[in-house]
């Protein structure tokens, strides 16, 4: 497997062997061994699966603590924008976004630590989307920052997406009150 640091501490990109031959292909999409080695430490305990059509926009969502995520993701069948916002108060990179392309090509994994917001764009129909989750999931502590804020500019390359009616409603950046 091979890691990648992004510009913001803490996001992770990785690779992974794949091996492939006229049957179709191999690769692990978990070693708790290599995932360590690489700094990701933290225990999984909930995995989530979504479907979704092309034109969907999941986010941009986290969990306050007690009941924090970290997010391990990857994209199964079809292909994303995967997006996160640093949210983390005292991170020099606070308030910056990172996006990357994860498809089913690629075959990437996306490590998204405690302390950003995440979320997704489906750029084809039928995408399915896994995340490894360190914490269970807890409605109460949710939080929502707007998928489309001004201050953020995040270019999702789309001006109407599809979205949840929870997700219509995030709190704008320059409102937020991060927890972290």
């Known amino acids: ?34 995932l360590q080695e690489a700094g990701i430490k ?6 989530n699966q979504s479907l ?12 306050k603590t007690p009941h924090a995520q ?5 994209v199964i069948k079809g292909s994303v924008l995967d997006v996160v916002v640093d949210i983390r108060k005292n991170s020099p990179t606070y308030g910056n976004y990172f996006s990357i392309e ?6 990437m994994m996306f490590w998204v630590p405690v302390g ?20 269970y999931y807890n409605k109460e502590s949710e939080g929502l920052i707007a998928w489309d804020d001004k201050d953020i500019n995040i270019d999702w390359s789309i001006s109407t997406p599809l979205l949840s009616e929870k997700d219509k409603f ?7 009150i991060s927890p972290f």
Do not use: W
């Open 42 to 47: 933290e225990e999984f305990v909930q995995d």
């Open 116 to 135: 950003f917001a995440h979320g997704f764009l489906t750029l084809q129909n039928e995408t399915i989307f896994h995340y490894k989750c360190t914490n």
């Open 1 to 34: 497997m091979i890691v990648e640091k992004t510009f913001i501490e803490g996001l992770l990109v990785l690779k992974p062997k794949v091996f492939e031959d006229p049957r179709g292909y191999f690769f692990e999409s978990f070693n708790q061994k290599l």
């Open 70 to 74: 970290g997010k391990l993701v990857r």
């Open 102 to 107: 994860l498809n089913e090509q690629n075959k």
């Open 52 to 63: 979704s059509q092309k034109g969907v926009l999941r986010g941009m969502h986290f969990q």
């Open 170 to 176: 995030g709190v704008a950046f320059k409102n937020f």
